[in-house]
């Protein structure tokens, strides 16, 4: 398997390590076991417990590709590794809906604010999907538990449900929309009007955020899944991070070669840039726990199904794009509820148009880089 990870900085393993043979062991995740000729090894964290996110990895991490996500890759040239999965305190929390020039509009603020994440959602989404999609809840935990308020609006076109593609705030319904909730926001005293903001975009949403961010002034943009069009990306001065997916049947490689010519083109104009690449990964055994009414258990069982039925290949890549492969077919009727949410793991795995949770911990960090 190839591992391709462009950003600012480029670690360079030696090509002279070989592969040893080792014995892993995963304590609160996942990923454990004896392994032969493999450069690199998956390991993941169990789903949060209640209450808490997870913080970082500890243990043999010397050879972690980044020991505070919480899904990342070993380097396979220790023979005995042992690693322990760690978590934070992050008290629950419920968002606030309400009605915002005639669009919906979730938020939650914690008690102390460093920042303010505005989150904007793909073509025919919707503001509740932050709170409400698994993946994108994740994020949103995380960034409550660093300290981020996160707000999410309804487009202001609700029949295609898509953004405004113009760049000023006159002409721009979305970034009008984007300043009058600050305005309320000021007003209620829950954000001054120095508090830093920033944008987070899945898909059409992306391609929104660097809109939104260099007319109302936010400190940098996370844009997920969409390289993001010239009449933007050539101007902007704004911080932007790219979060794409290799097998990325939306923007196609031709949208994925994009988002690399626009990172390099806000390096070449010394904007501050970075650009991660998702690669396939592993099915372990464990994946589908993390969705709500799944156990582990429930998640080995479906494995298995996908295993035992060929879906799978022997270190658990997916063989066949999930959208296509009809894996639904030897899943057990008792999950049948449960079809989309596994789907949308599956798609994670394959590196599909789907949002992702395994780069949150560089897209806060890139977002404290600025704030």
Same mark, same amino acid.
């Given at each position: ?41 998956? @390991? ?68 102390? !604010?460093?920042? !303010? ?32 308020? @996160? ?37 209620? %005293? ?26 109302? &002034? ?5 844009? &997920? ?35 690399? @010519? &626009? ?29 709500? %009414?799944?156990?582990? $258990?429930?998640? $080995? ?8 039925? %060929?879906?799978?290949?022997?270190? %658990? ?8 492969? &009809? ?5 057990? !009727? ?38």
């Amino acid at each position: 398997m190839r591992y391709l990870r462009t950003i600012t900085t480029i670690f360079i393993f030696s090509l002279s390590l070989v592969a040893q043979n080792s014995t892993i062991v995963v304590n609160s995740g996942s990923g454990d076991g004896k392994y032969k000729g493999q450069t690199f090894v998956h @390991v993941w964290a169990d789903p949060n417990p209640s209450g808490m996110v997870f913080d970082r990895w500890t243990g043999d991490i010397e050879w972690m590709n980044n020991p505070r996500e919480s899904h990342t890759r070993i380097r396979n040239a220790k023979l005995n590794i042992n690693l322990t999965a760690t978590y934070k305190s992050a008290p629950a929390w419920i968002p606030t809906f309400e009605t915002l020039n005639g669009i919906q509009m979730g938020y939650y603020f914690p008690p102390s !604010v460093l920042g !303010v994440i505005f989150h904007f959602h793909g073509q025919g989404g919707s503001a509740n999907l932050l709170f409400n999609n698994l993946e994108r809840r994740i994020f949103a935990n995380e960034a409550v538990a660093e300290g981020y308020a @996160v707000v999410a609006l309804d487009s202001a076109d609700r029949t295609n449900r898509d953004w405004s593609t113009s760049n000023d705030l006159a002409t721009n319904p979305d970034i009008q929309n984007v300043q009058a909730a600050i305005n309320l926001f000021i007003g209620r %005293g829950l954000m001054t009007a120095s508090t830093p903001k920033f944008a987070h975009g899945f898909s059409k949403g992306a391609g929104f955020s660097p809109r939104v961010a260099r007319a109302l &002034n936010f400190r940098a943009t996370s844009m &997920n899944l969409l390289a993001g069009t010239p009449d933007i990306i050539n101007i902007t001065t704004t911080p932007i991070i790219w979060c794409i997916a290799q097998n990325d049947g939306t923007i196609m490689a031709g949208g994925v070669q994009q988002s690399l @010519v &626009n990172y390099r083109n806000l390096l070449n104009r010394g904007i501050p840039a970075q650009h991660h690449l998702a690669v396939p990964t592993p099915v372990y055994p464990e994946r589908f726990w993390r969705i709500s %009414g799944l156990t582990a $258990q429930d998640s $080995q069982t479906i494995y298995s199904a996908l295993k035992t039925n %060929g879906f799978i290949d022997g270190r %658990g890549f997916l063989l066949q794009d999930p959208d296509t492969s &009809n894996w639904q077919s030897v899943i057990s !009727v008792q999950y049948n509820s449960f079809l989309n949410s596994i789907g949308e793991q599956l798609r994670i795995c394959w590196t599909e148009h789907t949002f992702f949770s395994d780069y949150d911990r560089r897209v806060l960090d890139f977002f404290n880089t600025y704030r």
